[in-house]
């Protein structure tokens, strides 16, 4: 290893801290790095134990999401956009698909759309491409959307458009029956009674139903009817109320043993409800769609006045509606009433580095989820986003039928209620490093839970499963943690009042799993890097690098900081290159900061790096006020990003 190229920082004062660092770590009981450096899963009693999160996002994560080349570009006009923009999907959607399922970028030049409609991306393999997310017209992409036809409409939406929940079945195929006696959570086989019709790269549902036996093992929900608060329309779950399903691929077939490419989310036990699986017809399923780097600002009146009250606009900025293997990128949303940014009948798409910010409506139900997951929401990641002034900023909302979604480096600001699961068994969540940035609101206690919420809503009863709060910080506030019957939900790590007793949790149940409260250090840092490298072959590593290139940016050193904090990168030598004796050669790389918004506000380094040796940096960001920022480090193909908070 060559000697590293500093700035300002010696080689031993890094050796230093990093010793420093590692002499406090310390690891889960449940879920740990071994003497060889995998991680090791411990189980309960009944067997559940904590899932692997590492197949969120597109591709399942196994590949980087596609810079698609520009086919088209457009300017603004005056007046409505909303058929102008239209016109030049359509002319996209009809040119022909390329090996990689892709048509092409639609480019959007900087300045003002004003939507007075909805756009949609019904088709696959299109990019909306803006020029910039900020507020200044001149250089970025702003879709101002007025007027309220239809009432409460999205502003675009991409996808089949539809609210399938993946029912379409393929009638050439055979439904067959699970014919397994348990399937575990974290397994990924099962038998069926006849796997003839069956191939690898079929895609199936694994429908678990909702029966009789399952409902009774779960307390029929968990509703909490007929106690003081409840009504008449809050009763126990019924039979077929609420079947599990799940979205999968084949990947491997032995006899009528069949492997699937993501592991459950829950143990399905025959005795208790007799699973089947179905070959999905795929009908009007959309993918490889993209929306990148632009603004959505909804037209909802003098916001400062009508915040709590006007609701005639705009309802959701951003709607992912039956589609899969897509992606919404460095986009800020602003003033819709539901959300910025909701999935449906989605699976593996990637949410990163976007803010969903000050909604307006009344401060009810049915608003105000920033980042919504709603029904039949599988494998989703969204990474990086921050939201501001809503209720539930990150929430799981779709049911038994949504499982597989992961919150990682998210923040929340001045949230109305909890970031959390909120209705009817959704399993296999992931908040990892969720941080809130201030105090809770008067009149607020809760800003993260994975609890039972009884006869809230529509009977809620157990609102999520199987789900884990991983190195989140809720600063004053309190993160409720609840166990439900047959399964566990987890917070490792974390910091505020960590609790499942009532009070602070609304209904009596168990407490969840505990461990590590207000204690520093957790190693490995995020659950999901850990899980995702593991996946790759790369082991022992605290910190994620989520991008199949080997270069690592390293967490900035202090942090939080003022004014000054150093960052270290690497590029690690290609072994193609270096055996032998030949040279590491250099990498193009770019490092750059960006705040809350996506601004850009410094560029730390834009050159030529060396592999095979690290890297160091000091940023000094005395001209910027204090508050959570973004360093991102790219090669041109992919990128690592790390959050730091400057506390002036």
């Known amino acids: ?40 899963y411990t189980k309960d009693s009944i067997g559940n134990r904590i899932p692997d999160f590492s197949y969120a996002g597109f591709r399942n994560g196994n590949e980087p999401i596609p810079t698609v080349p520009v086919v088209k570009t457009i300017a603004p006009i005056a007046g409505d956009n909303t058929a102008h923009i239209q016109k030049t999907i359509d002319s996209i959607a009809a040119m022909p698909l390329n090996g990689a399922g892709i048509r092409g970028a639609l480019k959007f030049a ?142 491997a077939k032995n006899g009528n043993t069949i492997t699937v490419d993501v592991p459950f989310f829950y143990t399905m036990v025959k005795a208790r409800s007799q699973s089947y699986i179905y070959k999905y017809a795929r009908t009007e399923l959309r993918t490889m769609i993209g929306i990148e780097s632009l603004r959505v600002d909804i037209d909802a009146g003098d916001v400062t006045s009508n915040a709590d009250g006007n609701e005639d606009h705009a309802w959701n900025a951003i709607e992912l509606n039956q589609l899969e293997d897509s992606w919404v990128r460095d986009c800020t949303m602003l003033h819709f009433g539901h959300a910025g940014v909701i999935t449906n009948t989605a699976t593996r798409v990637t ?73 009817s068994w959704s399993q296999g969540f992931l908040y990892d490093n969720h941080r809130e940035l201030d105090g809770p609101r ?69 407490q969840g799993y505990i461990e590590g409260t207000n204690k520093a250090d957790l190693s490995p840092r995020s659950l999901y890097y850990a899980q995702w490298n593991e996946r790759r072959g790369i082991v022992g590593v605290n910190e994620g690098t989520n991008v199949p290139h080997r270069f690592r940016l390293e967490q900035n050193y202090p942090n939080p900081f003022n004014p000054t904090t150093t960052f270290t990168f690497s590029f690690f030598s290609d072994p193609s290159l270096t055996a032998g004796g030949g040279k590491a050669g250099n990498e193009r790389a770019t490092l750059t900061v960006y705040n809350i918004l996506g601004q850009p506000v410094a560029t730390l380094f834009d050159g030529t790096a060396e592999t095979g040796t690290e890297h160091s940096i000091t940023f000094d960001a005395s001209h910027l006020s204090s508050g959570v920022y973004f360093a991102r480090l790219s090669n041109g193909a992919a990128v690592q990003s790390k959050k730091m908070i400057l506390n002036k």
Request: hydrophobic share 35%; net charge positive; glycine share 10%.
């Open 442 to 510: 008067s009149g607020v206690k809760i800003l993260l839970a994975l609890y039972n919420r009884g006869y809230y809503g529509t009977s809620h009863g157990w609102a999520i499963a199987n789900s884990v709060a991983w190195n989140c910080n809720v600063r004053t506030a309190t993160l409720i943690v609840q166990a439900p019957p047959t399964a566990q939900n987890y917070a490792i790590g974390c910091f505020g009042v960590v609790s499942g007793n009532t009070p602070p949790a609304p209904f009596v149940e168990k």
């Open 110 to 251: 900087p300045g003002r759309y004003r939507i007075f409609g909805t756009v949609r991306v019904n088709a696959s393999g299109i990019v909306l491409r803006g020029s910039g997310q900020g507020s200044d017209t001149t250089k970025n992409t702003v879709f101002y959307a007025l007027g309220d036809t239809p009432h409460q409409r999205s502003v675009i939406v991409a996808g089949g458009g539809k609210t399938s929940r993946w029912k379409e079945k393929d009638a050439s195929v055979a439904q067959q029956n699970i014919t397994s006696d348990t399937v575990y959570i974290g397994s990924s086989s099962f038998t069926v009674a006849d796997a003839s019709q069956y191939a690898v790269g079929d895609n199936i549902i694994i429908y678990h139903p909702c029966s009789a036996g399952w409902l009774q093992s779960v307390n029929y929900g968990g509703t909490h009817s007929g106690e003081p608060g409840s009504d008449t329309v809050d009763v126990p779950w019924g039979v077929n109320s609420y079947p599990i399903l799940y979205n999968r691929n084949i990947t």
């Open 351 to 423: 949410v990163e580095r976007c803010t969903a910010l000050d909604p307006v409506s009344i401060i009810t139900g049915e608003r105000r989820y920033n980042f919504n997951t709603y029904t039949a929401s599988q494998q989703i990641l969204f990474r990086e986003c921050a939201a501001t002034n809503g209720r539930h900023h990150f929430v799981s909302n779709g049911t038994t039928y949504a499982s597989g979604n992961v919150f990682v480096d998210c923040t929340s600001s001045g949230a109305y209620a909890p970031s959390e699961g909120h209705r």
């Open 1 to 40: 290893m060559k000697p590293m190229k500093s700035i300002s920082l010696t080689v031993s004062f890094l050796m230093l801290c990093f010793a420093v660092s590692s002499a406090q770590t310390w690891q889960s009981q449940r879920v740990f790095a071994g003497p060889n450096g995998k991680l090791v």
